[in-house]
């Protein structure tokens, strides 16, 4: 057994040659470890091998809560295979449901890889690499059990379950922890290859976000994923914006509000592209919310942003106030590369008037040609030749 | 006519089956927004539907400033096709005019069209995509009308004109509102299609700063974009550096600046690729103005940079004294990527003495071979050979 | 001689015709320049052409340290070429030391170019281009004898050697230095062409961290270089992760670290291509210092992040308490890119106990077909089915 080699010497800024035959000390670090594993059992917070728990992230004395996640292959889009987590099969969707935590919860989610072993095979392209999907978490903390790796075996082979543990864990200026609060994502970490490229690419991720005690709360919450090959809920070409224009209801690909509600974007990153997310009309200030609050002394020094590169990894968030001094109408919501967005990386958000209808003179559908020639808007949207 | 169909319903969690024939709601939604007007026109602040004017942000009363802005067709770039924004026909150039705001500034900016026909022609490719050209502003405030988008139908026809309205909205903790003081761009979003990839190509862009009372006032401000294909100002090869070594003079080609004024840089990534700003010798803070003030608490955290990633659709800048510390000589700004600096994305900084001369021994123009035969500085910039 | 021909005319925010035969004007500048230097060689602190020392940059009237440089060739990685820094020649590697300095420090390094002239002429494409090697500093001060340029003069020809300054700035709010602690990186500014492209290709760069009186001390640092085309110290492919598993020592690509020692990365960008640098179970703050101190009033307001963009010339760093609340394990440290990671972009941090032991059950070895069967992981680690 390898394990007990992994062993830091303490004269370990010089290199030193491989020491070969180290058997007495392996041996000794195994009895120790079982001597603390026995002090840790008593209850005493003693810091060690064995009194850290590889089931829970410390602070996580159990859980607060259980949810139950499904990985579900979907109906295919086009020739290309899709996958999704959902809180129950039925509901599986990518991006999956969009989680959220306060800092200091600690949460079980129990996945159950309900996706076809045949469907698992055909995304793998190295015959040695396992069958499974798995739950990799950006953020909060977990312990290598929970880390949704092959290496670390901590994955759902095909029919069965597994709990994984993640740990919203608080600020701490002693030990330097940052806390954990801000917008994060999940995704399989598996799938097809040690990285879940093709976990990814079918569908196996969704929005994370943890608050801390007084941030701001949102009216509404739209993930927005931009990935390459396909944009996932942002669609390339004629399926871009997938409204019913007769009766538009938020959804993943439809991102509605009020005029002054408070809309929160999660914004993540997949794939191999860089991107960068530009929303017409709206602006937001480059801090952990995406807000500026009230006699912040450093307020003056944000910086202000409508447009953020992401990479592949990458999740931020932010709220604006829908409509804020600009009013209703249909805002784009697109990557600011341009071939990208002419791509079909591209779509809206609606700001309906605060009475919930989207006033005359915006309508979207007009054909260009027709706005092209000052008669496509009307009423108080009219051209304004002078 | 289908706005009056985005309508937001109370129950919109969940979704509902689409109704059709509610003209009933759709009138009460029109004599409500008569009634709201009649309210507004006599100076309540109500919010609502007719309340908003879509003419120009709230906040923006009237124009406190209006400009002329004119779309020209400038020389060819070899076959390459340029057009250029000017405050006057004669002056247009790429980029167009660094336009300035303060925080609380409305300003009305009416765009003639000056493009021809015919090249609005060649440069789209969907012949069923309108002509004419926009202006697309990032950061401040505007309306629907004032987007320059297809879809809302905000753009100028060839021989027309249009009137937009910017509005640099102050931070307001009640609504939310970051504020708008900040490094931002402008741009046209309809030439050759829906995202005015060509009118971009083509040099439609430029820099806009808006400030906020107590901002320090640079010296002098020159606008940097970095694009693909094209450096634009910063163009490849031979015409990189465009100072006359005789007289050179400030100009978009040409950075000149004496020692210890302050230069204010504004910076910009269009087109596809992303690219990275680096700047010898000087360094900046990663805050909105990129300077840290005086006796600020979180001064020391603040991280100091020389080099930032920037993608299409970013804007940043900064200050710095010119030559602080380092002194004056020809310090180069280029694009850290080595493929994008080695063809020619790549500039100078010339930093003068107080003076206003460059002191004996920095001649940018020594020839390399000679330079490394140790003989091409002389005087005190001569090599130090131990 | 044309360096006093760079005069900048006062009126200069207009454009001028170019004036020919400016001789007087070229005249007086030459005087006003000598003038300055005698009121200079007095003593007096006037701000001048001839005041300033382009030995040093202002701050450092004398070196506090010395250094010594070697840049040497290095076996070859297959066909290609590498190079190293190194403080002996014999302990050159890439990436080479890294230097450490507080700010307000001056630090004197006179490099030794000792790479044949044979493998230099390999390197370049232009025979026109001077053979030699440099040291371009991000973050610090130095004068453009210092600047590692063709155009500065300021690189080592073959067999020879040069003195290079750098000078760690302090934050001044009279000039508006924002000082120069931070994470920085040096590399070759020289080798192949004007822009060092083949000589960091090669290996020649290395990591800088300036610190500020106050910041807080690692136990152990490691410098994380992300390249294209090769990985440099994340070596693609088989060789990714270098540790030897029977007596793993900390070194450039074996990354080890106790439960709660304070680990410190350097995080450098190189080549042509964006990268997003992702560790697991571990998150920072995006600060100068990847830390967020006590009683910090913005501390709220900090982005915590896992994954970062990072382009070529970008420099990062943080702190993190190995294995805080996670716990030891193999935690991968990857680019985000898939197709990066993928294609071997991905090393380990390897946390042991605070004994400096792995825990039974973290067996990074495990074949992957094993640990799908559930049988790669054992003791506290194995998988958990419900």
Same mark, same amino acid.
């Given at each position: 057994m390898s394990a007990s080699a992994w062993r830091l010497s303490q004269d370990d800024t010089a290199a030193e040659p491989p020491r070969h035959g180290s058997s007495t000390r392996r041996m000794l670090v195994v009895a120790a470890t079982v001597v603390l594993t026995l002090l840790g059992a008593g209850g @005493? /917070? =003693? /810091?060690g091998s064995g009194v850290f728990s590889a089931e829970r992230p410390e602070?996580?004395?159990?859980?607060?809560r259980s949810i139950q996640l499904y990985a579900v292959e979907l109906p295919k889009d086009g020739t290309q295979i899709r996958l999704g987590y959902g809180l129950t099969p039925q509901t599986a969707s990518y991006p999956g449901p969009t989680m959220e935590m306060m800092e200091g919860e600690c949460l079980a989610i129990t996945l159950h890889n309900q996706v076809p072993v045949a469907t698992l095979e055909q995304l793998r392209t190295d015959p040695a690499h396992p069958l499974g999907v798995s739950l990799h978490v950006h953020g909060v903390k977990y312990t290598q059990l929970s880390d949704g790796t092959v290496q670390s075996g901590s994955f759902v082979p095909p029919g069965q379950s597994r709990t994984y543990t993640w740990f919203a864990q608080q600020r701490n200026n002693r030990t330097g922890s940052p806390g954990t609060a801000g917008y994060w994502w999940y995704h399989d970490? =598996? =799938?097809?290859g040690p990285h879940g490229t093709q976990g990814l690419g079918a569908g196996l991720f969704g929005g994370l976000v943890v608050r801390r005690p007084g941030d701001p709360k949102p009216d509404r919450t739209y993930t927005v994923v931009f990935g390459d090959r396909?944009?996932?809920? @942002? &669609? &390339?070409? /004629?399926?871009t914006d997938t409204c019913d224009a007769q009766n538009p209801q938020p959804g993943p690909t439809c991102l509605v509000a009020r005029k002054g509600e408070k809309v929160e974007f999660i914004v993540v990153g997949i794939g191999n592209d860089m991107h960068t997310f530009h929303l017409h009309g709206h602006s937001w200030a480059d801090t952990r919310t995406g807000v500026v609050g009230n006699g912040q002394p450093f307020a003056d020094s944000v910086p202000i942003i409508d447009n953020k590169p992401l990479g592949p990894g990458d999740s931020f968030g932010f709220q604006v106030a829908a409509g804020d001094s600009v009013g209703p109408g249909h805002w784009m919501l697109h990557c600011h590369m341009q071939f990208h967005s002419d791509g079909g990386m591209s779509t809206m958000l609606h700001v309906l008037d605060e009475s919930g209808a989207m006033p005359p003179g915006h309508d979207q559908h007009s054909h260009p040609a027709t706005a092209a020639a000052g008669t496509g808007a009307g009423g108080a949207g009219e051209h304004q030749h002078n």
């Open positions: @005493l /917070a =003693v /810091a602070g996580c004395t159990k859980p607060d970490h =598996v =799938v097809g396909q944009s996932i809920n @942002l &669609r &390339r070409g /004629a399926a």
